[in-house]
């Protein structure tokens, strides 16, 4: 049997707190969570100060489960380093949701942070409203961005989004702020919005779809002719299951550009035809 953990949030906290550590795998009573210790600025105090701790035990085969409710948008590092079950956020979370993650699924209510998703590796996470900037990107000071899993945001990303992004599937139904997909290595990124400036500045490798308005191709990034019609039906059904704009691309191949040709890159723009 699995454990369904609840932590109710009393109150907005004046600082900062990173909540890593707390993950769906590894909940145990109340009692013990309500005495984790967290950091609140320079401080630490009880998780139990904060939130209202509660547990249910699950019947069957549910995997173990994590709710958090209430504002969290000063609550850091919620889902970080995750390895399995499922976490639900019923409110805003704050910067650095699902870093690290290595399985298991994050669903957020309502809109999240910074560096949502960097370096993730693997599991899904589903956000509802918008995410900040640097999303499925990398950690200060490393090297590489995503690295697997999926992410889905029903809003918009802020700058720097999927930024040396080197594998996993990342979905925008909303518009993207600048350098989206800077530097990518790997990796697909689908936008059905608008995208900002310097759209795949440094782009070595990975896949761009547009699924709504095309950005202006930088001189940097060509035309190709090459026969994508099989790569093509297969993504365009991984992409149907999404919704949305993604759910009414033509069968048609799409137009192809390859770039960031300044920076050696092999990456590729798809530009459905509409017509």
């Not at 049997?1 to 906290?13: D, F, G, K, V």
């Not at 969570?33 to 549910?62: C, K, P």
């Not at 709504?212 to 992409?239: E, K, M, Y």
Request: with cysteine; aromatic share 4%.
């Amino acid at each position: 049997m699995s454990t369904r953990l609840h932590l109710r949030l009393r109150e907005a906290p004046p600082l900062r707190v990173s909540l890593d550590g707390i993950v769906p795998e590894q909940a145990a009573d109340a009692a013990d969570v309500a005495h984790r210790a967290l950091w609140l600025g320079n401080q630490t105090i009880e998780l139990g100060e904060l939130f209202d701790v509660s547990t249910q035990t699950l019947e069957g085969d549910a995997v173990p489960e994590l709710v958090i409710e209430g504002d969290c948008r000063r609550i850091d590092g919620i889902g970080r380093g995750m390895n399995g079950g499922m976490l639900r956020i019923e409110g805003d979370a704050g910067d650095y949701l699902g870093a690290g993650m290595l399985a298991g699924v994050i669903v957020v209510s309502g809109s999240a942070g910074d560096l949502a998703a960097c370096e993730m590796q693997g599991g899904r996470i589903d956000i509802a409203r918008n995410l900040g900037d640097f999303a499925a990107s990398t950690l200060p000071g490393s090297m590489d961005g995503m690295r697997g899993g999926t992410l889905v945001v029903r809003g918009n990303v802020g700058a720097r989004c999927a930024d040396r992004m080197r594998r996993g599937m990342l979905i925008i139904h909303g518009d993207a702020g600048d350098f989206l997909a800077s530097r990518m290595v790997a990796g697909t990124v689908a936008l059905a919005g608008r995208a900002g400036a310097h759209c795949g500045y440094g782009m070595r490798r990975g896949t761009l779809v547009f699924a709504g308005n095309t950005p202006a191709a930088p001189p940097t990034f060509v035309a190709t002719h090459q026969d994508i019609v099989v790569f093509w039906t297969l993504l365009r059904r991984s992409l149907d299951y999404h919704g949305g704009r993604f759910a009414a691309l033509p069968g048609r191949a799409p137009r192809r550009l390859v770039g960031d040709l300044a920076a050696g890159g092999k990456g590729e723009w798809l530009l459905p035809h509409t017509d």
